[in-house]
């Protein structure tokens, strides 16, 4: 995802793993899609086993709802844009806690489905704003309910997390802003937002909510229209959190 790259300076994680000089043996990377991000890893960390293909390199089929049978622990556990994939999230950061080695770190790297407009250019009845809304309800009904990324961190304490970090960016939903890099972002968070949108919202659509495929693909073309609307000046909240798990 270069919205991703592009907020963190061109680094693949903010938590100290992800630092050159930081050397590890066992990575998970959870929901890993095309697998990028973790082939990625496997080239700057020749030294590492994550989980054309690196041959430090594995790819495994797992449910991340069962309970997780690894041989041995890993020292780095990273996960991104997993919201309304997770069923239980304080739950899933269990299982990440109790699968680190001490001394490990888990990183949840998290967008908001809710968009923000500090100038109130953005209102509830926006087409946009309703799409968020239809996601989260249909989520819910199919068990996988949309999480606050800002509850993220504290349930990283519960299960037993320490040295929590949280960072937040904004990611503008079009070229609106005025500074270089924020229209740079907003560039590509759009675009990647315009890929996602027929293929992440027609299942939620009408499997949760009973939808027909027009009367999903009829909203979406309003949808689009926010999107691209300059006037709309909205943005996603990005939240990226790691911690480390205690050593005895």
Same mark, same amino acid.
């Given at each position: 995802?270069?919205? *991703?790259?592009?907020? *963190?300076?061109?680094?693949?994680?903010?938590?100290?793993?992800?630092?050159?000089?930081?050397?590890?043996?066992?990575?998970?990377?959870?929901?890993?899609?095309?697998?990028?991000?973790?082939?990625?890893?496997? +080239?700057?960390? @020749?030294? =590492?086993?994550?989980?054309?293909?690196?041959?430090?390199?594995?790819?495994?089929?797992?449910?991340? +709802?069962?309970?997780?049978?690894?041989?041995?622990?890993?020292?780095?556990?990273?996960?991104? *844009?997993?919201?309304?994939?997770?069923?239980?999230?304080?739950?899933?950061?269990?299982?990440?806690?109790?699968?680190? $080695?001490?001394?490990? %770190?888990?990183?949840?790297?998290?967008?908001? =489905?809710?968009?923000?407009? +500090?100038?109130?250019?953005? $209102?509830?009845?926006?087409?946009?704003?309703?799409?968020? +809304?239809?996601?989260?309800?249909?989520?819910?009904?199919?068990?996988?309910?949309?999480?606050?990324?800002?509850?993220?961190?504290?349930?990283?304490?519960?299960?037993?997390?320490?040295?929590?970090?949280?960072?937040?960016?904004?990611?503008?939903?079009?070229?609106?802003?005025?500074?270089?890099?924020?229209?740079?972002?907003?560039?590509?968070?759009?675009?990647?937002?315009?890929?996602?949108?027929?293929?992440?919202?027609? =299942? @939620?659509?009408?499997?949760?909510?009973?939808?027909?495929?027009?009367?999903?693909?009829?909203?979406?073309?309003?949808?689009?229209?926010?999107?691209?609307?300059?006037?709309?000046?909205? %943005?996603?909240?990005?939240?990226?959190?790691?911690?480390?798990? @205690?050593? @005895?």
């Amino acid at each position: 995802m270069p919205s *991703m790259t592009v907020s *963190m300076l061109n680094r693949l994680g903010l938590s100290p793993p992800n630092l050159p000089e930081h050397k590890v043996k066992r990575v998970l990377d959870l929901g890993t899609g095309t697998g990028i991000w973790v082939m990625d890893f496997g +080239d700057e960390h @020749p030294e =590492a086993k994550p989980s054309s293909v690196p041959p430090n390199v594995q790819f495994l089929i797992d449910d991340i +709802d069962d309970d997780w049978h690894y041989s041995e622990p890993f020292d780095y556990i990273h996960s991104r *844009m997993m919201n309304f994939s997770v069923a239980n999230w304080a739950d899933y950061l269990r299982k990440g806690f109790e699968n680190l $080695a001490p001394g490990g %770190y888990m990183e949840v790297q998290e967008i908001d =489905a809710f968009h923000v407009s +500090d100038d109130g250019t953005l $209102a509830k009845d926006h087409a946009l704003s309703r799409w968020s +809304d239809h996601l989260r309800d249909a989520a819910g009904k199919l068990d996988r309910p949309y999480e606050k990324t800002g509850n993220l961190k504290g349930f990283m304490a519960e299960v037993g997390f320490t040295d929590i970090n949280e960072t937040l960016f904004r990611w503008p939903i079009n070229t609106w802003p005025k500074d270089k890099k924020f229209k740079e972002l907003g560039a590509w968070h759009n675009e990647n937002t315009a890929s996602f949108l027929e293929a992440g919202t027609l =299942a @939620p659509l009408t499997r949760g909510l009973g939808w027909s495929v027009d009367e999903v693909r009829t909203f979406l073309s309003e949808v689009r229209k926010d999107l691209n609307n300059p006037k709309i000046h909205a %943005y996603s909240p990005i939240r990226v959190v790691y911690g480390r798990k @205690p050593e @005895p």
